[in-house]
């Protein structure tokens, strides 16, 4: 699946040297095909305080850049937070040992003017971890921001293991990543959908119970699935909109993690008095501003994840960078189901 892309409008401005032996020149980003691809001579080395790693990826992820319609704050981007590849060159104090490591990336752009949609990237050491030998490039660039979303929402309030999870939209990206995540953890996962041929994809990945939300009581369907009880835990994608939905879903003293919504103005009005007295809790993720120790269990989660083999997202295409303007506009469009993946090969 794909993160989700909100586009900010910027003028047409002369590149400067370009640190990338190719990228994608971003001169406009509300024109897709404006997005062209620049061929230049040799990586530019960027001094990240004392780390820095620069990876060779082999696939990078369509973005989420400008977030909730912010304007980027660089003059010229390289837009990507996302990739795998192998590490080509380590800076000072970044043991050599790492020269050659197969690895995932994530938050490549954050604060940022270069991403990985691109063949060099340039970021701190941390922000690059270790593949596991038995993991394909390939899952290495579905990870990043969706699983380490995923993640929080599922463990920030502890184990899962044989707990009811509902998942709100189960073929996004970060839904997607839930469930696989989920069920490595042991936990029963509910997710719904919205269209027939998104349930294919979900079952594929382990949920255990599928709701479409445009044909069925989803409260009534999960109160009955669950015994009466409800949902231990709520992952959603849109709590705005399914407010109402979650909170006669949910158990007492459960959980809901929201980590995202259609309109950035969006306001919630929570009813007090039934909140407090079911115990509800509701946790708000934002993955760029994890706590650290979050962000190291994340990593050693996924990682053992992807180890037992667990981690298997669907992908729905795969494009060389040259395409780059095509991969947005498929993922705009909205017609595909699971990861859109740009080639660096």
Known sequence: MVIRWYRSVKSPIEPPVSPCVRQPD????????????????????????????????????????????????????????????????????????????????????????????????????????????????????????????????????????????????????????????????????????????????????????????????????????TDGIGADRIVDVDLANNFNTDVACLRKSGVISAYATDEPSTQLQIPFLKTMFEGFVFRFVFVYTMPEEARNEAIRDITACMKMGAYTPEVALTLPLADIATAHETLELGGTIGKILISLE
């Open 26 to 225: 971003d001169t406009h980003w509300r024109q897709f095909r404006d997005i062209d691809v620049k061929h230049d001579g040799v990586p530019l080395l960027l001094h990240v305080g004392q780390f820095l790693t620069v990876c060779r990826r082999e696939f990078s992820l369509v973005p989420d850049a400008g977030f909730a319609g912010a304007v980027q704050k660089f003059p010229q981007i390289i837009p990507h937070q996302d990739g795998s590849g192998v590490i080509d060159m380590v800076g000072i104090g970044i043991s050599t040992d790492r020269i050659g490591q197969r690895v995932w990336v994530y938050e490549a752009q954050s604060d940022r003017a270069f991403g990985t949609a691109a063949q060099y990237v340039v970021i701190p050491s941390l922000n690059a971890v270790a593949l596991p030998g038995n993991v394909s490039f390939e899952i290495g660039a579905c990870l990043g921001i969706p699983a380490m979303t995923a993640h929080r929402c599922l463990f920030a309030d502890g184990d899962i293991r044989g707990k009811w999870i509902l998942i709100q939209g189960g073929a996004g990206a970060v839904g997607s990543a839930a469930i696989l995540l989920s069920k490595w953890a042991g936990a029963r996962v509910i997710t719904t959908v919205s269209r027939p041929e998104q349930e294919a994809v979900v079952s594929k990945l382990g949920a255990d119970i599928i709701l479409n939300r445009r044909t069925e009581d989803i409260a009534e369907r999960v109160k009955q699935v």
